[in-house]
């Protein structure tokens, strides 16, 4: 299983950025699709997740509003559609399949290996 996202950069407050996530090795049925951050000194964080099955999604609260998760099963693509970004999104971004629907990282077994996302006021 390999997991590899692009579209991360540099990006000014209030402005939009599109991540994406090709995923090889399986597909999205049954399991649950997240986007997950990481900033210096800080823990990794779920921003939102959506089920492989239902579509059903789960956003942080910090993001909720904001941020748009997707998938595109038949392609094995999954998005992070980032709207009105604010410095403090600044991290490296990391998409994640995993057996659950959660914000929580335990249950994920696969990550990429993470994007860059700076955001300048």
């Known amino acids: 299983v390999q997991l590899v996202e692009s579209g991360g950069g540099s990006v000014q407050a209030g402005g939009s950025l599109r991540l994406a996530c090709a995923a090889s090795?399986?597909?999205?049925?049954?399991?649950?699709i997240a986007w997950f951050r990481q900033a210096p000194g800080k823990e990794r964080e779920g921003v939102a997740c959506i089920s492989g099955s239902d579509g059903r999604t789960i956003y942080s609260d910090s993001v909720k509003g904001r941020f748009i998760i997707s998938s595109a099963s038949a392609k094995k693509m999954m998005y992070l559609q980032m709207n009105k970004v604010k410095p403090e999104d600044t991290a490296v971004y990391y998409c994640?399949?995993?057996?659950?629907?959660?914000?929580?990282?335990?249950?994920?077994?696969?990550w990429g290996q993470g994007t860059q996302v700076t955001v300048s006021s």
């Open positions: 090795g399986l597909t999205f049925d049954g399991y649950g």
């Open positions: 994640a399949v995993g057996s659950f629907l959660t914000l929580q990282p335990g249950p994920y077994d696969y």
